[in-house]
Structures are given as structure tokens and as C-alpha cells.
């Protein structure tokens, strides 16, 4: 298990265009990797995404390109880049993000939304 000393915050720019606060996220995380994200390929619909820390600590993951230009311009100037990823959907995309920081199975509210392709979203 992972405690978390600080509050991670996690903005995508869903939420920044929709004008949500960020989410913040503390606890106990189990380490999961889940095997179908080794299944998982690059196709031509895929988005690039962004992961970056900022010098408080906190993250913000978002599209890379346009699309995360709202939630990058919130960041600290000297936040660095740390790692990226390619995904289909927003629901891809969180998937691999929690896998890459070993916080468990991703689960969402809005399956539906979330798992519609950015190819469905017209974002290519």
C-alpha cells in the first residue's frame, strides 16, 4: 500500500474547459498493474498526453497540444514534464496514468462519456 503525505491534484482539461476545480486525491493506493494494459496498442486515433510536476509537488495530467493549453497555462512556470503517453479516449488514457503511478484500477462515473474514442470526439 501507498499513503500519500500530500494531496495529489489531477486536472484534465475537461475540467478546466467545463471550469471544475481540480481534483485532489489522497489515501492508500493498492500497487496494480492491470495485464490489458500491456493489450493495449497505439492506433492511429490516439492522442498524445502530458504528465507534469510542479515544484509544490502537485501533478497535472492533460492532452498534449492544443487541447491541454487551458489546463498547462495554470500551471507553475517551472513545472516540469515527466512523462507521456498515447491513448484513444479519456478512459485509455487514466487507465494507463494510474497504472503508471501504481494506484490501482481506474473506475469511472461516466463510462460512457469517458471510453468515446477522441476519433467519435472529432480530436484527431
Known amino acids: 500500500m501507498i499513503k500519500l503525505e500530500n494531496p495529489l491534484r489531477v486536472v484534465d482539461s475537461r475540467q478546466v474547459e467545463s471550469g ?13 498493474v492491470p495485464d490489458t494494459i ?9 492522442m498524445n498526453h502530458e504528465l507534469w510536476q510542479e ?3 502537485c501533478q497535472t495530467f ?11 497555462a495554470l500551471m507553475h512556470s517551472e513545472a516540469k514534464l515527466v512523462w ?4 484513444e479516449s479519456h478512459f485509455e488514457a487514466m487507465t494507463k496514468y494510474y497504472a503508471h ?19 467519435e470526439l472529432g480530436w484527431e
Not at 493489450?39 to 486515433?45: I, V
Not at 492533460?62 to 498547462?72: E, P, S, T
Open 101 to 119: 503511478m501504481q494506484w490501482g484500477e481506474y473506475l469511472t462515473d461516466f463510462p460512457e462519456q469517458d471510453k468515446t474514442s477522441y476519433r
Open 55 to 57: 515544484p509544490d509537488g
Open 84 to 87: 507521456e503517453v498515447e491513448a
Open 20 to 32: 471544475q476545480k481540480p481534483t485532489f486525491v489522497n489515501g492508500a493506493f493498492e500497487r496494480f
Open 38 to 46: 500491456t493489450a493495449l496498442t497505439n492506433r492511429a486515433s490516439n
Open 62 to 72: 492533460c492532452l498534449a497540444g492544443a487541447q491541454g493549453d487551458g489546463a498547462r
